[in-house]
């Protein structure tokens, strides 16, 4: 296994799912669990991109619903990793819903997940660290470090 530092966009991962009746309440509003499936499928695509090894969801530092979704809504979630320790990485997920019939999108969520990567004996391995080219790749980085101190200071 390489642990030569990788791009964020070596990460980058797009999900997309057209919400149905299934997905739903009675009323049409997409339940709050198919969001966050949707998240952590994304968030993980995106993990397993980096570390190129089996990932598993250590932990959902921060989820936010900041607007409904409704049947018929094209959902789209989009990942990258913010930032690697040794052992574990940072993957934020921003989730969008557009109206297909109307063209009208809206932000519907952010998520901050927290990952390992898990060899074949079952432990955490370490991880690539992860290079971030652009300013606002910098910027997330620093603010998930940031997020990283307070979830160790938690401990």
Not at 65 to 83: H, K, M
Not at 135 to 154: H, N
């Amino acid at each position: 296994m390489s642990l030569t530092p990788k791009p964020v966009s070596a990460s980058q991962t797009v999900f997309s799912k057209t919400m149905l009746p299934s997905d739903a309440n009675p009323s049409g509003n997409v339940h709050g669990g198919e969001i966050m499936r949707l998240i952590d499928e994304c968030a993980g695509a995106a993990a397993t991109r980096h570390a190129r090894q089996r990932v598993v969801t250590a932990r959902v530092d921060e989820l936010s619903f900041v607007a409904p979704v409704y049947v018929g809504n094209l959902v789209t979630a989009r990942a990258s990793v913010n930032d690697v320790g040794t052992r574990s990485m940072e993957v934020g997920v921003r989730v969008d819903a557009e109206d297909l019939l109307t063209g009208r999108t809206a932000h519907v969520s952010s998520a901050y997940l927290v990952f390992v990567a898990i060899g074949d004996d079952g432990r955490t391995v370490p991880i690539a660290p992860v290079v971030a080219e652009t300013d606002e790749e910098r910027r997330r980085m620093s603010q998930a470090k940031i997020r990283r101190e307070r979830r160790l200071a938690r401990r």
